[in-house]
């Protein structure tokens, strides 16, 4: 083998190091919340819908007359990016709790969600903020409240979430849906778990399902 020969391919082993490195430094810090497997590090708060492992994905089901049910982190986070795939029936209503908490007494999940919902016919308010049991309704100010078609329906979707201090920002598909800053709901919540609801639905209709798939996690400084 000639000299410049050994040499390009000296070369392109370096390339090729560096760029695993690259790859390899860009994952670091990340956590998977769901291994796949069973439900693991998760707990169920509220309501009596189902969840299940199928799949790889955790699959969640309605149980006529149950209110709003939750899968949620037995850790709590404070700073966070969050990344996981969801797919929800077109009928079903969900969300993603996060910095949550269940209230003395009843035990009810409060705190921020971020909306989880098919586009339909009219569009959607999927990725906006909600003040889940929290009297406030949304989080989102009513002039930002605008439904979008960003869900692709009967699909899986791509969330990202970043909570940093009083700042939630929320992706889907890639597409920024909010930038809120609220420092009244930071106060309050600062820190919390990680829940995945099924909504509550009305007598006589269902079962309707949501899953999600590839749920990870990296705590900020």
């Given at each position: 083998?000639?000299?410049?020969?050994?040499?390009?391919?000296?070369?392109?082993?370096?390339?090729?190091?560096?760029?695993?490195?690259?790859?390899?430094?860009?994952?670091?810090?990340?956590?998977?919340?769901?291994?796949?497997?069973?439900?693991?590090?998760?707990?169920?708060?509220?309501?009596?819908?189902?969840?299940?492992?199928?799949?790889?994905?955790?699959?969640?089901?309605?149980?006529?007359?149950?209110?709003?049910?939750?899968?949620?982190?037995?850790?709590?986070?404070?700073?966070?990016?969050?990344?996981?795939?969801?797919?929800?029936?077109?009928?079903?209503?969900?969300?993603?709790?996060?910095?949550s908490q269940q209230k003395d007494g009843d035990g009810r999940v409060n705190g921020p969600q971020v909306?989880?919902?098919?586009?339909?016919?009219?569009?959607?308010?999927?990725?906006?903020?909600?003040g889940e049991a929290t009297g406030r309704g949304w989080l989102t100010p009513e002039d930002r409240l605008?439904?979008?078609?960003?869900?692709?329906?009967?699909?899986?979707?791509?969330?990202?979430?970043?909570?940093?201090?009083?700042?939630?920002?929320?992706?889907?598909?890639?597409?920024?849906?909010?930038?809120?800053?609220?420092?009244a709901i930071y106060k309050t919540h600062p820190t919390g778990f990680i829940g995945l609801q099924v909504?509550?639905?009305?007598?006589?209709?269902?079962?309707?399902?949501?899953?999600?798939?590839?749920?990870?996690?990296?705590?900020?400084?």
């Amino acid at each position: 083998m000639k000299r410049n020969q050994v040499w390009g391919l000296t070369l392109a082993f370096l390339a090729s190091l560096c760029l695993a490195g690259s790859v390899q430094a860009g994952e670091t810090g990340w956590v998977e919340l769901f291994n796949g497997k069973n439900l693991e590090g998760w707990t169920q708060h509220n309501g009596t819908a189902t969840y299940k492992v199928e799949d790889g994905t955790i699959v969640g089901t309605t149980s006529e007359g149950s209110p709003n049910s939750f899968m949620c982190t037995k850790k709590n986070y404070g700073d966070f990016e969050l990344e996981f795939e969801v797919k929800v029936a077109d009928e079903l209503n969900s969300g993603c709790q996060i910095r949550s908490q269940q209230k003395d007494g009843d035990g009810r999940v409060n705190g921020p969600q971020v909306e989880i919902e098919a586009s339909g016919k009219n569009g959607a308010e999927a990725g906006y903020v909600y003040g889940e049991a929290t009297g406030r309704g949304w989080l989102t100010p009513e002039d930002r409240l605008k439904p979008h078609k960003n869900m692709k329906d009967g699909e899986w979707n791509k969330f990202r979430i970043v909570a940093k201090g009083p700042r939630i920002q929320t992706w889907i598909n890639g597409k920024q849906i909010e930038d809120l800053t609220d420092e009244a709901i930071y106060k309050t919540h600062p820190t919390g778990f990680i829940g995945l609801q099924v909504h509550g639905i009305k007598k006589g209709t269902g079962p309707y399902s949501v899953a999600w798939k590839n749920i990870r996690i990296k705590e900020l400084d």
